[in-house]
């Protein structure tokens, strides 16, 4: 919520999209779910900008095609950090066009989008592909067991665009996914990215919240994708992406859990009185995967 202008969303406004949790009422029309269903899914981006409607409560009211059943087996906490991070990863491995036996590095491999690329890019490109993740050392294991073949830590290597020019310039990546939104790497991903191959990046991250901030990325994303190179753009394609939350996207992602091809990491569980606490650790960068509030017993 933070990340759109006052001007155009609601205020005072009840934060978050995310949420997994019990039925307690259907709408007349609503198929497929009865009272007392676990489910989890997310608010639509609309009624969150214009009206202030968020996840962060005891009670939530939302579309019916933005919910799915809670796969079996699966906790509160993991149920809950599932929906916008485990969708905008399935969009970001489909838009990459991955293949068996590809090369593909993933920046911000630790992350609550990233944990999920990691491992669906590992399930797409198979035993004979290459994994490199991008994070700092202390979660470098973790990724290692969710799939990566490598990692490399982004605190030692600064910046760290000249390291993967230096060492993957003879042997580029097939695809690269940022999960994080770092504007850098595309500028500088043409040494390590092979020609004709997609970078595929949720966006690009803002440093700050504040207007800014937030309109240099608009102007990034654009030169990026418009920007032809003969005039200075770059040299490889540029695929921004956006994750529409919906059952059918949601249904797909329970069954890669289910299957057991997909796991959520959990950062760490914060009661509703603690949720500053939340926020910050999530402020700090420093978080493992998903940050959970709980609000009540599932």
Same mark, same amino acid.
């Given at each position: 919520?933070?990340?759109?202008?006052?001007?155009?969303?609601?205020?005072?406004?009840?934060?978050?999209?995310?949420?997994?949790?019990?039925?307690?009422?259907?709408?007349?029309?609503?198929?497929?779910?009865?009272?007392?269903?676990?489910?989890?899914?997310?608010?639509?981006?609309?009624?969150?900008?214009?009206?202030? !409607? $968020?996840?962060?409560?005891?009670? /939530?009211?939302?579309?019916? @095609?933005?919910? #799915?059943?809670?796969?079996?087996? =699966? +906790?509160?906490?993991?149920?809950?950090?599932?929906?916008?991070?485990?969708?905008?990863?399935?969009?970001?491995?489909?838009?990459?066009?991955?293949?068996?036996?590809?090369?593909?590095?993933?920046?911000?491999?630790?992350?609550?989008?990233?944990?999920?690329?990691?491992?669906?890019?590992?399930?797409? !490109? $198979?035993?004979?592909?290459?994994? /490199?993740?991008?994070?700092? @050392?202390?979660? #470098?294991?973790?990724?290692?067991? =969710? +799939?990566?073949?490598?990692?490399?830590?982004?605190?030692?290597?600064?910046?760290?665009?000249?390291?993967?020019?230096?060492?993957?310039?003879?042997?580029?990546?097939?695809?690269?996914?940022?999960?994080?939104?770092?504007?850098?790497?595309?500028?500088?991903?043409?040494?390590?990215?092979?020609?004709?191959?997609?970078?595929?990046?949720?966006? /690009?991250?803002?440093?700050?919240?504040?207007?800014?901030?937030?309109?240099?990325? =608009?102007?990034?994303?654009?030169?990026?994708?418009?920007?032809?190179?003969?005039?200075?753009?770059?040299?490889?394609?540029?695929?921004?992406?956006?994750?529409?939350?919906?059952?059918?996207?949601?249904?797909?992602?329970?069954?890669?859990?289910?299957?057991?091809?997909?796991?959520?990491?959990?950062?760490?569980?914060?009661?509703?009185?603690?949720?500053?606490?939340?926020?910050?650790?999530?402020?700090?960068?420093?978080?493992?995967?998903?940050?959970?509030?709980?609000?009540?017993?599932?």
């Amino acid at each position: 919520m933070a990340l759109c202008p006052t001007i155009v969303r609601a205020t005072p406004a009840i934060p978050e999209l995310d949420f997994a949790g019990t039925l307690i009422a259907l709408g007349s029309d609503v198929e497929g779910f009865v009272v007392g269903n676990k489910v989890f899914g997310a608010v639509l981006v609309g009624p969150h900008i214009k009206m202030g !409607v $968020g996840t962060l409560a005891e009670y /939530v009211v939302v579309e019916a @095609a933005t919910v #799915a059943r809670v796969p079996v087996g =699966l +906790g509160e906490r993991e149920a809950a950090g599932l929906p916008v991070a485990a969708c905008t990863a399935l969009v970001l491995v489909e838009a990459a066009g991955l293949k068996e036996g590809d090369r593909v590095a993933v920046n911000g491999a630790s992350g609550g989008v990233g944990t999920f690329v990691v491992q669906m890019v590992r399930e797409k !490109v $198979g035993k004979s592909g290459r994994i /490199v993740g991008i994070c700092s @050392a202390r979660n #470098a294991d973790l990724v290692k067991e =969710l +799939g990566a073949d490598e990692v490399i830590d982004y605190t030692a290597h600064v910046p760290v665009h000249q390291y993967l020019a230096t060492h993957y310039s003879n042997s580029p990546f097939t695809a690269f996914i940022d999960s994080f939104g770092v504007a850098d790497l595309y500028a500088h991903c043409a040494p390590c990215l092979a020609p004709g191959k997609p970078f595929v990046t949720v966006g /690009v991250a803002n440093a700050q919240n504040t207007y800014p901030s937030i309109l240099y990325a =608009l102007y990034a994303m654009m030169w990026n994708s418009l920007w032809p190179t003969v005039l200075g753009g770059g040299s490889r394609k540029y695929v921004s992406v956006r994750a529409f939350v919906e059952s059918g996207t949601l249904t797909r992602v329970r069954d890669l859990v289910e299957e057991g091809k997909l796991k959520v990491v959990v950062d760490g569980a914060w009661e509703m009185e603690r949720a500053l606490e939340a926020y910050e650790r999530m402020l700090s960068h420093r978080a493992c995967g998903k940050i959970i509030i709980k609000i009540q017993d599932f």
